[in-house]
Each structure stands twice: as structure tokens, then as C-alpha cells.
């Protein structure tokens, strides 16, 4: 009895061993030798395009084939790139990094600096322009990302509503956005309820909800900065006082609703106007009612603020992961897929904005902002666009940012100005700790 | 001594150890290695990707610094002392007329167990809409009686109770069948020599139902309270521990400093200091529940 014992326990170790270490050769057979894995966002729009580069890639470059694989499902992008990270399973080359999390991933060396390729600034800075390419260089001083695509958040609004209360678009200041929500929100039909509301925004503090409300308005009545300078709090200044004031006028007098709506309120035709990206064109393009009309004008700045209209161009970028082992072929593969051609199908196939300079006078694009006129109004908001600090704990930051909004904003329960100062000096003592 | 070891294991059944091996190592991979490496991790500073960095008690000063954490103790209290008093009257309510022999019993005993079985987050989210302030048929209803909305989960005194009385609709089901066994253990001769004594309706539930339950009582509040302590679910989904950080529960905060912020070291210390918490609350619980 002992004897079997102590045969059947080796066996049944030795079996899970080789189950294992097979699994692992599999996967490494899969990978092709001399080739490249490369990650794509996983919606279907980006991974048609990824699916019709690689394929021509594949087509021009047999010595080095690119094997595509969409972003593993998670609950951001980040979080599965951290993990591969941490794992070091990463692919050699990813295009949906986000510059937010690129200090982690920095810190973490996961990332290959490209600007040690000889060509890198030229031919990036051929494509982008200088002071928007100095928005992606890491503390270090160096480029781990290579500028692919903004996507400027903007304010779509309803045709229907504004002509039904005798607003004129654009709505260029707050004042203007105010009195033209005070028209809007209104019980046009009698039976004691709203008939639209001018704006919703999810009033759950979620740190990402504020890329879509305080951070494109404080780009855009700061005349362009973002939360840090040199790594220095910034933030608490005049602007975000004033984006934080407009959005507490606009709780209080009622023109946004605290609530939480269920299904896409915008294309029910109950609001009058809607922040967010390129991306929204293709989705009312899908899902909108035939009659839905709209238009797209950029976010509303301060009455006393004179300059170019800034705003969040919630950009992604192209980086290459510190265990390739062919980082010339990934370089070259970097390049394609932000090659003329390649911006060309980006427009075609996502509707999303190519970070290209003069896009609206290249020829190669004429043809498409013919057929889609209302990209235009992206395509001109792209140069003017900021993405977020490449500082540590963004998150955590932009979390307390939304807790000091919440509580001013949605809820009235402080001043603007002791909101701020509150959220700059929780930010301090969050990074003090963190240190 | 190690001669003695060896004699021992040599005379001892091997097919034992065999037998329990599957537990053990479940117990080892899943209970015991977390644990230690999270003790381990209380006095380091970690976001998974780069190195452990030894920070020493540190993360004991952020802790004692908190006040949101504090907070999220204190939105949790809250949560139980709403949410364990509802839960237990209602339970012992339902249960008392499920014990009795009323038409459908069966049926509507599987109706009240059937939230219980339910994923939270479905039924946080079906009551994300019921509670929905314009839109919701719980304010459709109070409007069309002539009553003003209630702010379910939007206003900050609000949100906290609202959440109560869903989770309580959720898991009163499994009380009810701890107290339907507790019913059924009570002897029958007790109520008829009280009926002889002319005892009344209330009289016999009062003075001879809940002092029998005494036991089940104190497995109630200390699996409500146990259960009360992890409240996560809820929050997470439906408000995500707004409005105002009122319903930021302590689990939710934990959550969110390892899972969101990526502070592991941090959100091991606050696991640790929150299991010695619920461990003293247990602990008073049951003398004082339990003399009673």
C-alpha cells in the first residue's frame, strides 16, 4: 500500500509538470520565430484597421511576419498592460497606450525609448507638431511613445431642440451656454416634466468622468495647460475655479439633472447637448433615430478669455515594450502604422483623428472630410488639443479632483475657490505619500 | 526527537495525509500563502510591476492619517446598524408566518429565498433602476400618489439607507430559513401550556419564540454583521461610493487603493487593521448578545 503511495504521488507530479511545461511550448511555438506580436484596441472598428495593415505589412515584409492579437478583456487597457508588464508577457508593440499610465509603465521598464532611433524626430516631427510632441516626452526627457491619434472631446448638441427654443449655435461662452440652457430646459408640452435637459454627465465620482467635463473646460479656460508644470501642481488657479463655477450653475439652476439615466439619453432626444469625442459620429451614424439631427461646436470657454480654443484630445499613442527582440523591425512596423496610407484608413474605417499636421489641406484625406463634413470640426480642434500629465498617480489624483467636483459642483456644498484649494492640497499630501 | 518524528510518520496511515491532501493544498495556495504574503506586504510599498521597496510602518502612518478610510469605517457602521436591525425583524417576521400553515407555504418560502441565490450585481443594478430619480417606478409611484421624488441613492443622507434596504431585500431570505429551523425547534408543549395560562398571541411570541431563538439570534447578527462588514458589491456598482463618499464602504476603499491606485502594501494594512476591527465587534457581540 505504502509502495503505491509514494509511486502514484511522483507520477501524478510529474504529469502536472509536463501538462505545464507543454502548455508553454504550444504557446511558444505559436509565436512566429522571427516575428512580431502586436496589440491592437479591441472594438471593432481598430481591429478591422489593425487586421488590413498587418495584412499588408505581412504582405511586404515576409522576413519579419507581425502576429495581431486584440488587448486582452479587461476593465482598462492599462490594467491588462501592467500586468503583461509584470508577467513580462507583453507583445513587441501596442497602439492603444494611453500617456497617462506611461510613467508606470516607464517606472517599470517596460518600454523601449524611441528616441534612440536615429530617424525618430524627423519623421515625427514631419507628422506633429513640435510643442505638441514635447506633451508625450517622459521625465527622463525622453520618447517611450509614439503620437498615433487624438480624439478632441467637443460638444455635440441636437438640431431639433435648439431651433424648438430659438438657440442659435455656436455657443461660444458660458454665459451664452447658460441662457441658451435656461431656453432649452423647459416643460414645453405642459405635463410638469422636463422635456430635455441641457447637459448629463454620470454624477458618480469615477476618476475617468472627469476627462469628459472639468479637464477639456479647465484645457480650454487655462488657454492650454494641463493639471502639472515640471511636476508642480498647477491646477489651482482662476481657470478651474471658473469650470467648476459653470458646472455648479448649471446643477443648481437645473439645466443638468442629478440623477443616473439608463441607455443613451442623447440620442433619445432628452438632451440638447453632449461632450465627448470623434467617436460619437460613428455611433449616432449606427444608432440614432433617421431624423436625428446634429452638430458639433467646441467646448465653451470663460466670457473674459481671449485666445485659441484648447481642449482634451484624449489622445493614444504607439509604444514598443522593452522585451522585443527585434526593435529595428518594431521601429519600422511603429512607422507603418502611422504612415500616410495607414492615417488615411484611419479615418475611413474608425472616424477617429490622425495626430497629422495641416490634415484638412493633405490631399490624401481631401476626399474624406468631403464625404464627412462634420469631422471636420475635429480635424481643425486636433491641433489645439492637450493630453494628460505623464505624471505618478494620475489616477488618484484626477479621483480626488472628481471627489472636490462632486461635492462643489453637483452638490453645492463648497465654494469653487475652497474646492480647489482643497483638491491641490490633498493632491500634494497623496503624492507626499506615495513618494 | 527527530528519531521520534520519523517513527511517528512511519507508523501513522499515509492514505490520511493523502486523503486530506486536496484541502491542504487549497488551504496553502488560497488561504494561507495570500495571507502571509499580505502580512508581508504590510510593511512594503508595491504596485505589482516594480520591486517591493521596504517602507517599515509606514503605511501604519498613512493609515492613522486617513480620514477617508475612517470615513468608509464609519459609512459602514452606519450600514449596519440600519441593515441588521431591518434584517432581523423582517426575517423573523416572515419566518413566523411561513412557520404557520398558510396556503402556497412552499412557494412562497422558495419566493423569499430566491434573492438570495440571485448575482449581486444584477440585482444591484434592477434596483439601480427602480431607485432612479427621474426615471425609477419607486418615484413614478410616490408622483403619481402625490408625493415629492426621493433622492434614493443621489442625495448623501439617503444613499446609505437606500442601500440597506436593498441589500437587506437580497439576503433576508437565508435569515428566514435560519429562523424557520429555529421555529421548528421550539417545543410545542410551550406554547400549549402558555395557551392554558391564557396567554395572548403576542405574549407567546414574546416571551417564549424569542427568547428560543436566542441562538439562532446570535448566528444572525454575527453572519449579518460579518456579511455587513464586506458590504462591496452594492456600492461598487450602484453608486460608486457616492454621493459624497457616503457610501464608500471599507471594502470598497480597500478595493480601490489595490485595484485602482495600485497601493498593495497600503491596502494589505487596511485589510489587516479591518479584520482586527470586525474580529473586536464579533467578539463584543457575542458576550453581549449572548448573556442577553
Known sequence: M???????????????????????????????RRGLTYWCASNPQEYKLAKELVKAWNQRHPEIPVKLQTLPASQSSEEVLLAAIAGKTTPDICSNMWPGAMDEFIAAGGLLRLDTFPDFRSYVTERVMEDQLKTFQAKDGGYYQLPWKTNPIM??????????????????????????AQKIVQDFDGDGQIDHWMLYRDIKPIWWQRLFDYYPFYICASGGRTLFEADSIV?????????????????????MPVTQFQGDQFLAERLATQISGPWLVAHIQKFAPADFEYGIMPIPKPDDYQGAVYTYGDPKNISIFNNTKHPRAAW???????????????????DQIP?????????????????????????LQAPFTRGVDGVADLKEIFNIISQEYEASVIYGRRPPEEAIERAAKRVKVIREWNR | MLAYVKQKIKKSDKIGYLMSLPYLVSFALFVAFPLGFSFILIFHKWNVITPMRWVGLKNFYRLFHDVEFFRAIYNTVVFLIIHIPLQIVFALVIAVLLNQKIKLRGFFRAVFFMPVIVSGVVITILWQQLYAYETGVLNLILTQLGLPKIPWINDPSWAMPSIAIMATWKNVGLYIVLFLVGLQNIPKYLYESAELDGATAWQKFWYITVPSLNSTMVLVVILS??????LFI???????????????????????????????????????????????????????????
Request: aromatic content about 18%; glycine content about 6%.
Open chain 1, 2 to 32: 505504502k509502495f503505491k503511495i509514494f509511486l502514484i504521488l511522483p507520477i501524478i507530479a510529474w504529469l502536472l509538470l509536463t501538462a505545464c511545461s507543454k502548455g508553454q511550448q504550444g504557446k511558444a511555438e505559436a509565436k512566429p
Open chain 1, 155 to 180: 460638444v455635440f448638441y441636437n438640431k431639433k431642440i435648439f431651433r424648438k427654443a430659438g438657440v442659435q449655435p455656436p455657443l461660444v461662452t458660458y454665459s451664452q451656454f447658460l441662457s441658451a
Open chain 1, 235 to 255: 491646477f489651482n488657479n482662476q481657470a478651474s475655479v471658473k469650470v467648476f463655477r459653470f458646472f455648479q450653475t448649471m446643477y443648481r439652476r437645473g439645466y
Open chain 1, 332 to 350: 519600422q512596423f511603429a512607422k507603418w502604422l502611422i504612415s500616410r496610407h495607414a492615417d488615411q484608413r484611419l479615418l475611413e474605417i474608425c
Open chain 1, 355 to 379: 495626430m497629422r499636421k495641416n490634415l484638412l489641406s493633405d490631399s490624401s484625406f481631401i476626399a474624406y472630410f468631403k464625404a464627412k463634413p462634420q469631422m471636420k470640426m475635429f480635424a
Open chain 2, 225 to 230: 454583521t460579518i456579511g455587513g462588514f464586506s
Open chain 2, 234 to 292: 452594492e456600492p461598487f456598482v450602484m453608486t460608486g461610493g457616492g454621493p459624497m463618499n457616503s457610501t464608500l464602504s471599507a471594502m470598497l476603499y480597500i478595493y480601490n487603493q489595490a485595484f485602482y491606485f495600485g497601493h498593495m502594501g497600503y491596502a494589505a494594512t487596511l485589510g489587516f487593521f479591518f479584520a482586527f476591527i470586525i474580529f473586536i465587534v464579533v467578539l463584543i457581540q457575542k458576550r453581549v448578545v449572548e448573556r442577553k
